[in-house]
């Protein structure tokens, strides 16, 4: 492994990296809080998110640096949270490089996943998380269920 690849893996496995970027995921979404949904009218705001999304695009090079982005045995894109973490830093610079671009308010919805960055980050949390999608399959046929049932029940009393 040549040197400049030896940092970032060095820089991406230390602890302090992920707690680091932890605290400006939460920074970013108290500034997201107190915004609200509407477009960034304060000239301070929007340098802040445009510092926000540099970091979070710093990270994400740090990280593909690291592990590479798609061939290895731990590639970026082998992690579905990375695939999201990439999602939501290229969306976010759709609203930078086109800002002329038609639905610009679509895109900024896309701001609105950027705490799920820090579920990868909390184990207890990324459990939880990982249980309730893998109950989402059961949960949709037993919600199939119900609705024929109560299409049966309905049709039944209304005769």
């Known amino acids: 492994v040549d040197q400049p690849r030896r940092f970032f ?3 991406v496995e230390w602890p302090w ?3 680091i970027i932890l605290g400006v995921i939460a920074f970013n979404c108290a500034l997201l809080a107190v915004q ?3 477009p960034v009218t304060d000239e301070s705001t929007s340098q802040l998110m445009l510092y926000f999304q540099s970091i979070f695009t710093a990270e994400m ?6 592990s590479g982005f798609v061939f290895g045995w731990n590639a970026y894109l082998w992690d579905p949270w990375n ?3 990439l999602t939501v ?3 976010g610079w759709l609203e930078y490089v086109s800002p002329s671009m038609g639905n610009v308010s679509a895109i900024r919805s896309m701001r609105a996943l950027r705490p799920l960055r820090s579920i990868k980050r909390m184990p207890g949390v990324k459990a939880l998380v990982d249980t ?6 059961g949960l949709a046929n037993v919600s199939l269920l119900c609705s024929f ?4 029940f309905g049709i039944l009393g209304v005769q």
Do not use: N
């Open 61 to 66: 090079f740090c990280k593909v640096t690291a």
């Open 149 to 152: 049932v109560f299409l049966v």
């Open 9 to 11: 893996i060095v820089l």
């Open 36 to 38: 609200g949904p509407g």
């Open 17 to 19: 990296f992920d707690r």
């Open 83 to 85: 695939v999201l973490d």
């Open 132 to 137: 309730m999608l893998a109950a989402a399959a």
């Open 89 to 91: 830093v290229v969306t």
